[in-house]
């Protein structure tokens, strides 16, 4: 069997929770912000806020800058990326090619 990066557990363990995708959401929408602008769209705790944000930087899919007494949070879309090339694209390209090959015969058909 083949044994995946033990990134790739983290991140899709990351992903696996709706609270973590509705956070990711959010940093996509503004980044760049503060764990109070955070708490404002989730129904739960600081603390929980905070330890979701803590799986999501173990993931590396958020990453943090301090300014003053804050702290920033900002969105990492590479490992999505990553995953999205190591996953998803490689299912794409015979779908694509199929689609070429079927446009192409019906532009003919059209063409007679």
Do not use: Y
Not at 71 to 97: A, G, M, V, Y
């Amino acid at each position: 069997m083949v044994q995946h990066p033990p990134d790739d557990d983290l991140l899709f363990k990351a992903l696996a929770d709706p609270s973590r995708r509705k956070l990711l959401d959010q940093l996509h929408a503004n980044d760049g912000q503060t764990l109070v602008q955070l708490c404002e769209h989730l129904d739960m705790t600081r603390q929980g806020v905070t330890q979701h944000l803590s799986v999501l930087e173990q993931a590396n899919l958020v990453a943090t800058l301090k300014q003053g007494r804050e702290k920033l949070h900002f969105l990492n879309p590479t490992p999505l990326q990553e995953i999205h090339d190591r996953w998803i694209s490689k299912f794409e390209k015979p779908r694509l090619k199929a689609l070429a090959i079927l446009k192409r015969q019906l532009e003919k058909r059209h063409d007679r």
